[in-house]
């Protein structure tokens, strides 16, 4: 070996001033200085609908035939206001006959036991008569009209569906990692009709089929215009995310997995001469180029940047060419 080294077969070959004992050369690696990285800030997009703030599935809770009924889909109607009613002609033809009964009764001064049992049974005509018709449980937009003058229905027919006439709330899925970093009030964005609308985030519910995800709801405080209403549409909408994270930037090629472990390679000197130690740490988090790490690492460690296949812990190494990772670890 020492004879193939002197004739210079073997490059790889060095020899020492102290010992005259001959070493391989260091392994030359790329590595660049642990990047701190403490706070970031980032713009989520999601896929949001504009949902109302209630809606309303109206029956009426007697059997008839639709007879009266003013509105089409779209309309706005106000609350208190009769909607539909079923057929109720006999019914009011006979209100009609007690109240005269009643108003004759009382001007010729008809005793009160006379009177009251016709009280009791108008008192029942109107409750009767109230059962047949249905009004807007509150300010509302008519969404969706299942029946027609004429139509029979019973009290398993849905005939109406109303939606409250109100600016809608935005309705978004995202995952619970994610949603448990937005605060109440937090400022969301929404394009709607070309126009950019800002809301804020008033609920957090896990009521949601899919697992690990949770329904977001957020208000508007500034409408497209007075009217805007758009249920049901989709919607892009954004958000700013302020990421507390306190580590290290490395390129994505200086993480070693172990199992359920994660490492680095770090050069040290030792002495006249540079080893590899390795150094367990946490990933906080990483995209396709870069991550941040927490754990055993120091500001300015001279972290191996590639190539990690090629050396091994504890070998004589010397630097290259140290390059840099961007401040924010490219996750921006």
């Known amino acids: 070996m020492a004879a193939l080294c002197s004739l210079g077969l073997f490059s790889g070959c060095q020899r020492t001033e102290e010992d005259g004992v001959e070493q391989p050369e260091p392994q030359r690696v790329s590595a660049s200085p642990a990047a701190p990285i403490e706070t970031k800030s980032r713009t989520v997009v999601a896929y949001a609908r504009l949902i109302p703030k209630s809606r309303g599935r109206l029956r009426f809770p007697v059997a008839g035939r639709v007879d009266q009924l003013d509105w089409e889909e779209?309309?706005?109607?106000?609350?208190?206001?009769?909607?539909?009613?079923?057929?109720?002609?006999?019914?009011?033809?006979?209100?009609?006959?007690?109240?005269?009964?009643?108003?004759?009764?009382?001007?010729?001064?008809?005793?009160?036991?006379?009177?009251?049992?016709?009280?009791?049974?108008?008192?029942?005509?109107?409750?009767?008569?109230?059962?047949?018709?249905?009004?807007?449980?509150?300010?509302c937009i008519l969404s969706k009209r299942a029946v027609d003058v004429g139509d029979p229905v019973s009290p398993a027919v849905v005939a109406f569906e109303v939606a409250e006439d109100t600016p809608p709330r935005v309705q978004m899925s995202l995952k619970?990692?994610?949603?448990?970093?937005?605060?109440?009030?937090?400022?969301?964005?929404?394009?709607?009709?070309?126009?950019?609308?800002?809301?804020?985030?008033?609920?957090?519910?896990?009521?949601?089929?899919?697992?690990?995800?949770?329904?977001?709801?957020?208000?508007?405080?500034?409408n497209a215009d007075s009217d805007f209403r758009n249920f049901d549409s989709v919607v892009e909408a954004r958000f700013s995310l302020q990421t507390e994270v306190t580590g290290f930037a490395v390129p994505l090629g200086a993480l070693r997995q172990r199992g359920d472990h994660w490492s680095v390679l770090v050069v040290e000197p030792t002495g006249s001469e540079s080893r590899l130690a390795e150094r367990t740490v946490t990933v906080l988090e990483a995209n396709a180029a870069s991550a941040v790490v927490s754990g055993n690492l120091n500001m300015g460690d001279l972290v191996v940047q590639e190539g990690l296949h090629r050396i091994v812990v504890g070998q004589h190494v010397a630097v290259s060419r140290p390059s840099r990772v961007p401040p924010d670890g490219g996750l921006r």
């Open 74 to 139: 779209g309309d706005r109607i106000p609350k208190g206001a009769l909607i539909a009613s079923l057929e109720s002609s006999a019914l009011l033809q006979r209100r009609t006959e007690l109240r005269l009964r009643i108003e004759k009764l009382s001007k010729e001064a008809g005793s009160p036991t006379a009177i009251q049992p016709l009280q009791n049974q108008l008192t029942s005509l109107n409750t009767q008569i109230e059962s047949r018709q249905l009004v807007a449980p509150f300010d």
């Open 176 to 222: 619970t990692s994610l949603a448990s970093r937005l605060p109440e009030g937090h400022e969301i964005w929404i394009r709607v009709e070309g126009k950019v609308v800002r809301c804020r985030l008033t609920e957090v519910s896990d009521d949601v089929a899919e697992k690990n995800s949770v329904t977001v709801l957020a208000d508007l405080t500034e």
